[in-house]
């Protein structure tokens, strides 16, 4: 969260938030590598080097802490497809940008990703925790911006007439799969998978040209 007011952070609040931070990323790493439950909080204070008694009292439980490290990089991430969106000039252009966010976005915080990638791939045990009232907030608001490109690409006759939220959903099913994949052959790039060939398949379909 950003300073208020515009006041300086106390030298307490800056180290508060930065043994946070630590602890944060350190939790993302082993959530990533062994999954949530596999995951103990001694394990987690160990890697970031602070006490049990010292991770509690930054964070009430493992759940919370779960849950505001996937706020975290969703909020991250909602923040670079606005800025992404709001560079791109128009709907189709707005289109590929975000492409290329999400994209971006999972090349920059790939264990972020491999977190997800423990649940559907079965190598966690039972379920993860419900995502928190707010991620579901943060997942609302990126979905309603998709929607809005898809909607001024329908209103100018860029994009086929139909519903933007279908728009939205086959655009985020896309690229999830690839980020699966990705993520499932351990690697980081696949040639065939790449921003222009899901800008193809969102903008002309799989029928080739001289398909009757």
């Not at 969106?85 to 972020?112: I, N, W, Y």
């Not at 993860?128 to 943060?138: D, H, Q, R, V």
């Not at 608001?141 to 139909?162: K, P, T, Y």
Request: hydrophobic share 40%.
């Amino acid at each position: 969260m950003g300073q208020q007011s515009g006041k300086r952070l106390s030298r307490k609040e800056r180290e508060r938030r930065e043994h946070r931070r630590l602890i944060l990323e350190a939790a993302e790493e082993l959530f990533a590598r062994k999954g949530f439950h596999a995951t103990s909080v001694q394990e987690i204070a160990d890697e970031a080097e602070f006490s049990v008694g010292s991770l509690y009292n930054l964070f009430e439980s493992k759940e919370r802490l779960y849950h505001e490290l996937i706020e975290m990089r969703a909020d991250q991430y909602l923040r670079k497809l606005a800025q992404r969106l709001d560079e791109a000039d128009g709907p189709a252009d707005k289109v590929r940008a975000a492409v290329r966010c999400k994209l971006d976005f999972f090349e920059e915080h790939r264990q972020f990703f491999n977190i997800f990638g423990n649940f559907v791939s079965g190598a966690e045990s039972a379920s993860p925790p419900m995502l928190s009232k707010t991620c579901i907030e943060i997942h609302g608001q990126i979905h309603r911006q998709l929607e809005s490109v898809f909607e001024a690409g329908i209103q100018q006759g860029i994009f086929a007439d139909i519903d933007p939220v279908l728009a939205v959903l086959a655009l985020e099913g896309t690229t999830n799969a690839i980020i699966g994949e990705w993520i499932h052959t351990g690697s980081r790039k696949l040639e065939s998978m790449n921003p222009g060939a899901v800008e193809r398949i969102l903008f002309h379909g799989l029928l080739d040209g001289k398909a009757k």
